[in-house]
């Protein structure tokens, strides 16, 4: 759960700096309700390309700072977003409720194993915002499974609950988002993370190219740029394509 994580992290700084977002509501608004978020997406049968093998040409194929907006740098890989140098151990007290839940927004081989090389970048912005991108190779229909099964965990997970390392309620909520011209096959969602009246935004695209999953996550308060995590996953596509050996 280290993307899920890192945005509660972003999420708890802002509650602690009291920070005025556009849109938060109250803490104490009642949990949302149940989303539709519509057909399951259904990659092709037959992959367009064999699986990237190779993690290193899998990482050489994911965005860099150059591709991104002015302002975002890349994170380092050792990096842990919810501490700092020197912080002193304390008890973790998250959770999150119902407990399958706790893989949204999570990479792709993570949340389903069995991949043949993955690779992920993690970029951090001006204003709590942040860039997450991964990807997942596959052999056979590894890559189509895969697809599917982070859309069955998004579906199950349209209104869950929990707690950051403090024991600060959470409250998360995924909704539907046009379905995005990326790939072989695409889908993308929202996810909404509200701790104490205060709200960040994760735009979430999916997306099949060849036998490899790709997924971009742009994260930040409400009003940031809607279709930034489609253009990264637009760029990482057409690269990962470029990187794909023949089926």
Same mark, same amino acid.
């Given at each position: 759960?280290?993307?899920?994580? %890192?945005?509660?992290?972003a999420t ?8 005025p =977002? ?41 965005? /860099? ?9 890349? =994170? ?17 007290? &998250?959770?999150?409720?119902?407990? %399958? ?5 999570? !990479? ?5 194993? *069995? &991949?043949?090389? &993955?690779?992920?970048?993690?970029f951090? *912005?001006?204003?709590?915002s ?6 997942? &190779?596959? /052999?056979g !229909? ?10 069955? !965990?998004? %579906? ?6 929990? $707690?950051?390392?403090? *024991? ?16 072989d ?6 996810? !909404?993370? /509200?701790?104490?009246?205060? /709200? ?19 994260t ?9 995590? $489609? ?13 794909s050996?023949?089926?």
């Open positions: 759960m280290g993307r899920l994580t %890192r945005v509660v992290a708890t700084a802002l509650v602690a700096l009291g920070a =977002l556009a849109g938060c509501g109250s803490s104490d608004e009642p949990t949302a309700t149940h989303t539709d978020l519509g057909p399951e997406v259904t990659a092709p049968a037959t992959a367009s390309a064999g699986p990237v093998s190779d993690a290193d040409a899998l990482r050489a194929a994911l965005p /860099t700072a150059a591709d991104l907006p002015t302002g975002f740098a890349r =994170l380092p890989a050792t990096a842990d977003p919810t501490t700092q140098p020197g912080d002193d151990p304390a008890p973790d007290r &998250s959770t999150t409720n119902p407990t %399958r839940c706790a893989n949204v927004a999570d !990479t792709v081989a993570r949340q389903v194993a *069995g &991949s043949v090389a &993955s690779a992920e970048e993690n951090t *912005g001006p204003g709590f942040s860039i997450d991108v991964d990807a997942a &190779s596959y /052999t !229909t590894g890559a189509a499974d895969a697809f599917a099964a982070v859309q069955d !965990t998004l %579906r199950e997970c349209t209104t869950f609950t929990g $707690t950051d390392a403090d *024991g600060t309620a959470v409250q998360y909520r995924i909704a539907p988002l046009p379905q995005p011209a990326v790939g096959a695409a889908t993308a969602v929202r996810l !909404t993370t /509200t701790s104490e009246g205060f /709200t960040l935004v994760s735009d979430v695209v999916l997306t099949v190219v060849g036998s490899t999953v790709v997924q971009a996550i742009a930040g308060p409400d009003g940031m740029d809607s279709d930034l995590a $489609t253009r990264v996953a637009h760029t990482t596509a057409e690269r990962v394509h470029a990187a050996p023949p089926h």
